[in-house]
């Protein structure tokens, strides 16, 4: 009882903090670390917009346009999208003073200083970046037995996070598909990628504020308790 009022208080404490600052969070780590599935969680039960370049470069694709395009022949070898096409698509998501997680951006040095400059000039500098760390044999598991829903771009994995019912997604119904970059020859390429044009945004971001690394081979529940202490938000004890 008394643990329950004691927790109960924290969470006052917290949201009255919160209310100040909203959270504005990069979450940072390889193909198939498990933002997607972090993310969704915090844009949910805090109200964040949830900011995945992945998902709208394939939104893009499906409607056909220009970006979209542009983008297809770098995402299906595994490669990053040229900077430019990239910053610009995620300028417009980052208008307004909500709070916000970025969930594959940024993903080179370039879009990490760009996005400073632009987050400086509205005042609103990122107060969180978490970092997910897996293994590179598990990610090539982890991706080749993922199963996404193109409606609701939610994720599942064959083993540790089935859908309830086979090749179904829970929310709508879908039939859910494997991404055509989720195959061996490709995910090798992106892991190549990340370490090489990737790991030197976790550089940049070393001496940040609010920078904690969290063991992304845990349960994704267990992963879920870790965010959000890293986000200062109050957990249950
Ligand atoms: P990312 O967005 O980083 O590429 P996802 O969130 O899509 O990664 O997760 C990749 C795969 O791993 C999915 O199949 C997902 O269900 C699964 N997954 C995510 N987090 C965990 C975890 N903590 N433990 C085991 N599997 C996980
Ligand atoms: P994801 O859904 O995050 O795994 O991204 C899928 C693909 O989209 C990547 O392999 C890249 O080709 C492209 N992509 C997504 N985000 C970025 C980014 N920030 N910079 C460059 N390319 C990106
Ligand atoms: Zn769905």
């Known amino acids: 009882m008394k643990r329950l009022f004691l927790w109960l208080c924290l969470c006052l404490v917290g949201l009255v903090a919160w209310a100040g600052e909203p959270p504005r969070v990069i979450l940072i780590g390889p193909p198939g670390a498990g933002k997607g599935t972090q993310a969704r969680y915090l844009s949910e039960k805090y109200h964040l917009s949830h900011i995945s370049t992945g998902d709208i470069l394939r939104e893009n694709r499906k409607q056909g346009t220009e970006l979209g395009q542009k983008a297809a022949a770098y ?13 610009s698509m995620v300028a417009e998501k980052l208008e ?27 005042g609103h500098p990122i107060n969180s970046v978490i970092l997910l760390e897996v293994k590179d044999n598990d990610l090539v598991e982890r991706l080749s037995l993922r199963r996404s829903c193109p409606t609701c771009q939610r994720t599942y994995h064959l083993k540790s996070n089935p859908p309830k019912k086979e090749g ?10 494997q991404r055509p970059d989720d195959k061996e020859d490709v995910i090798r390429n992106r ?9 030197p945004v976790l550089r940049h971001y070393a001496t940040a504020p609010g920078v904690v690394k969290i063991d992304g081979q845990l349960g994704i529940e267990e992963v879920q308790r870790r965010v959000d202490e890293a986000l200062g938000a109050p957990v249950a004890p």
Request: net charge negative; glycine share 10%; proline share 3%.
């Open 191 to 199: 892991l190549r990628v990340y370490h090489e044009q990737t790991e």
């Open 96 to 122: 307004g003073d909500g709070g916000f997680v970025l969930d594959g951006f940024p993903r080179s040095e370039a879009q990490a200083v760009l996005l400073d400059t632009m987050l400086a000039k509205a």
């Open 75 to 87: 995402m299906d070898s595994g490669k990053l999208v040229p900077d430019d096409l990239i910053v």
């Open 168 to 177: 179904l997604c829970d929310v709508d119904g879908t039939a859910l598909i």
